[in-house]
């Protein structure tokens, strides 16, 4: 198998950030007022659309957990609400300020700069690197738990998801922020919101914090989870349920970034630059210096991205503070200078909003210089002259029905130098129709891309593993490895830099078993595993990713097996797919077809047949049909209704005696509806296969000559000595044991089958008859004359263990002599020579 395999050498998208769209009907939920009982109603709702299946409800003021992805060695990417680090900087969870109602402050980051801050429940990703907190978002110095710390204050100058409807002075802060405006709930006082833990279906944590949203009516849920791939990917997902009425808004999503392995506490403002993934797809920030110019160690790389279809339309890299409204892009190039008024990225009820800040800046463009390598070239700032970097994101405005559910999903990932964000993307294309449709007998090119997105680093392939689905059948000739069956299992043991990708490609068929093994909704599934390891440390980790694949439900549709038993050695076993046997077994056949679609078979012929090689030969009168038998594998079976089992049987003799193995595929040819030509053909599901076994090793001759050929002679009254012209056939043996043996031959001119001729004998007095040139190691003639006796055909003998061993050469042509007597009558003559072997001693 040969798997089609290319590395371009392009910058793809780092991660994916994703936004979908969904509908879906409920009852509506009488809303008086925020409580515990009704917000948990709410999140159940919510629950059945964000993969979670086990969330449990944390109460009382709980603490936040922390859920970890591993990069390599002992780094990790972290992901938590709230608090994730004590005061000396090593990772530590138990902030429970999280589900505590969030408010609106200030915080001072340089002489003429502020920004506005939400306190409690912040999203907060990070780097775990050897147990030491590695802030990828903005921390402030004390935000932190325990003694003297301010836990409340994680990630406090990040607004996280806000819903904008129309333009907003304090843009996202006081009037539309999602947190700072969930309704306290009733029964709790001071309590905004119900914390939730529990697994994917990997068995990696996943939280959630849901409340009611007031403004707009709505409740509202927010999930943080790993990537299902296994990558170093944190999923940032906002789930929108609207039981009551039709609402409007538009999603935004703002972060303070922060890379910096000293947790923020020595600089309040990260100078980071901040690039553009191209094709529209986001950005991404490498680490920069502290305030002394000193390069940060080690060095840290974050992407944001929306890869996926229906991501996140815009986004906009910007600095942090004043102007503090998150659809400004900042100052240009002091911090006396007026805002930026191109770009920016406003609220818009327009799709074709030509206010879209950084979306279509191309790949690598600086997102906080403008005018990049012109003269008018300048840099983004603050207030202050800095560049406080951050960024917001922006989807369309979003029309909500009643009782409907809507999510939006950012991802996020993060990696230090060294170490690689290998991802993988599994797709397939239908390469006999493009109008969305996959059916039975198609073609299915399935690509599995693997990327490296890391810092400094190497990212190598050990296996890639990909067993079909019932219903998909690998087309050998496609791939690389076609090993356990129906299964792509190969070692590329390539090495993928960064911004690198490789790929791999097969074909598959949707094969006719196909509509019985789909899924409720119509659907197959096809899953694929990759595993690698950052090169030259021994992490391997496993990738997967899955496509569903629906598939129609044909007219005709069938099953057509073939099945087997031995009968010598297990009469009364279970037909299967695969038996072994040896020489002389007798093989049982079972061959069903049953269809149950709306199309019926008017006109059916079973065709089969065993090859010369096949080393099986079948039974005679073996073939049974319909209550009659055949000799051979030709059966016309007319028409066959549908919803019954119909069923062929035939038996078959093994004849090889070498090991081998040989599958057996039988053949419908039929007509459909009303149709009595054969039109059509169909083969088994799989191949019936027995597996020949080497035939216990006995001592034997296997093969013999079937003539001796001396041509024809006028004796003329002389008396005449023949050498042979040919000999007809082989003379074989098999000796078991590894020891001196002989090969011999005898003729008994007054025994049963004397040379003669209508019941003549050839020689009539006691003279010699037959003579064989016996074999000696120098070669010269020996000829020995043949009698009842056996005489060795070789003088020296052999020796040792042979199988299937061929000694034609020792009686072959020019090594046979007969006697022809002068008086001898004209005729045809026969006669019949005997051979023996048996073991010798040793001398």
Do not use: C
């Not at 809303?31 to 993969?51: E, F, L, P, R």
């Not at 296994?230 to 970034?257: H, K, M, S």
């Not at 980790?541 to 569903?548: A, G, H, I, Q, Y």
């Amino acid at each position: 198998m040969k798997v089609i395999k290319s590395i371009p050498k392009v910058l793809l998208a780092f991660l994916t950030s994703l936004f979908v769209f969904f509908i879906f009907n409920h009852s509506e939920i009488p809303i008086h007022a925020a409580s515990s009982d009704a917000i948990n109603t709410s999140a159940n709702v919510m629950a059945q659309y964000d993969g979670i299946t086990n969330w449990k409800l944390q109460r009382y003021t709980p603490s936040n957990q922390i859920g970890e992805i591993p990069i390599g060695g002992n780094v990790s990417l972290g992901y938590t609400f709230g608090a994730a680090r004590n005061a000396s900087g090593k990772v530590t969870g138990g902030d429970n300020t999280i589900t505590l109602s969030s408010t609106i402050g200030s915080a001072k980051l340089g002489p003429n700069s502020s920004a506005p801050t939400i306190n409690n429940s912040k999203i907060n990703i990070f780097l775990n690197n050897n147990g030491k907190y590695y802030g990828i978002l903005h921390q402030g110095d004390s935000s932190y738990i325990g003694s003297g710390g301010h836990p409340e204050r994680a990630s406090d100058t990040s607004i996280d998801f806000a819903l904008i409807t129309g333009k907003q002075d304090s843009y996202f802060y006081n009037d539309m922020n999602v947190l700072a405006n969930l309704e306290t709930i009733s029964s709790e006082p001071g309590s905004s919101k119900l914390f939730y833990t529990g697994t994917d279906a990997n068995g990696r944590p996943a939280y959630k914090l849901a409340g009611y949203y007031a403004k707009k009516s709505v409740f509202v849920q927010i999930v943080l989870k790993a990537d299902p791939s296994g990558a170093p990917i944190v999923w940032r997902e906002l789930y929108v349920y609207n039981p009551n009425g039709p609402a409007q808004y538009q999603t935004f999503y703002g972060e303070d970034t922060g890379l910096n392995p000293n947790n923020n506490l020595t600089d309040t403002v990260d100078s980071v630059p901040m690039f553009a993934i191209g094709d529209k797809k986001g950005l991404y920030l490498r680490s920069g210096a502290d305030s002394n110019g000193v390069n940060y160690d080690p060095a840290s790389k974050l992407f944001i991205t929306n890869d996926v279809a229906g991501g996140f339309k815009d986004f906009m890299g910007r600095t942090l503070t004043n102007p503090g409204n998150w659809s400004i892009k900042g100052r240009s190039g002091s911090g006396n200078a007026s805002s930026i008024t191109n770009p920016t990225l406003p609220w818009t009820s327009s799709p074709n909003e030509t206010q879209n800040g950084d979306t279509n800046l191309p790949a690598n463009s600086n997102l906080l210089v403008l005018n990049e390598n012109t003269p008018q070239e300048y840099k983004v700032v603050d207030s202050d002259g800095r560049q406080d970097s951050a960024y917001t994101l922006r989807w369309p405005q979003t029309n909500s029905a009643s009782a409907s559910v809507e999510r939006f999903v950012s991802k996020i990932g993060a990696t230090i130098s060294g170490y690689a964000i290998p991802t993988m993307k599994l797709t397939y294309k239908n390469m006999n129709r493009n109008d969305g449709t996959n059916q039975v007998n198609d073609r299915l090119h399935f690509n599995i891309s693997v990327r490296n997105d890391g810092l400094n680093s190497n990212w190598t392939i050990s296996r890639i593993l990909n067993a079909m689905p019932k219903g998909l059948t690998i087309d050998p000739k496609t791939s690389v490895s076609l090993t356990n069956g129906n299964s792509i299992d190969y070692n590329p043991n390539s090495s993928i830099e960064v911004g690198e990708s490789a790929d791999f490609s097969f074909d598959a068929i949707i094969d006719n078993t196909a509509p019985y093994n789909l899924d409720s909704k119509g659907n197959l599934t096809n899953k694929a595993s990759v595993f690698g390891n950052n090169s030259g440390q021994n992490d391997t980790r496993e990738l997967t990713d899955s496509v569903t694949i629906p598939v129609q439900i044909p007219k005709f549709k069938y099953r057509f097996t073939e099945l087997l038993r031995n009968e010598t050695t297990d009469p009364n076993g279970t037909f299967t797919n695969k038996v072994t046997a040896q020489k002389d077994d007798i093989i049982d056949y079972k061959v069903d077809f049953v269809s149950n679609g709306s199309s019926i078979v008017s006109n059916a012929y079973f065709y089969n047949k065993f090859e010369a090689d096949d080393g099986l030969e079948l039974v005679p009168n073996s073939v049974a049909w319909n209550g009659n038998n055949y000799n051979t594998m030709d059966v016309p079976m007319g028409a066959l209704r549908n919803n019954q089992t119909y069923t062929v049987t035939f038996k078959a003799k093994v004849t090889g005696i070498s090991q081998k193995t040989t599958s057996n595929s039988a053949s419908l040819i039929y007509g459909l509806d009303g149709d009595t030509g054969y039109s059509n053909r169909m083969d088994v599901e799989e191949p019936a296969i027995v597996d020949i076994q080497d035939a216990p090793q006995t001592t034997a001759i296997t093969e013999v000559p079937s003539g001796i050929d001396f041509g024809s002679v006028n004796s003329a009254g002389f008396e005449r000595l023949l050498k042979n012209i040919s000999t007809t056939g082989n003379l074989r043996i098999t000796h078991a044991a590894d020891s001196p043996f002989q090969v011999s031959v005898s003729y008994d001119n007054d025994g049963d089958t004397p040379i003669s001729s209508n019941g003549n004998k050839l020689v009539q007095d006691d003279g010699n008859t037959l003579l064989l040139n016996q074999a000696k190691k120098d070669t010269t003639d020996l000829w020995k004359p043949l009698n009842a006796f056996p005489t060795a055909i070789n003088f020296d003998g052999f020796n040792g263990s042979y199988k299937d061993l061929d000694l034609t050469k020792y009686v072959g042509k020019n090594k046979w002599q007969l006697r022809v007597p002068a008086n001898s009558q004209a005729g045809q003559y026969n006669g019949q020579v005997t051979w023996s072997i048996e073991d010798t001693l040793a001398e």
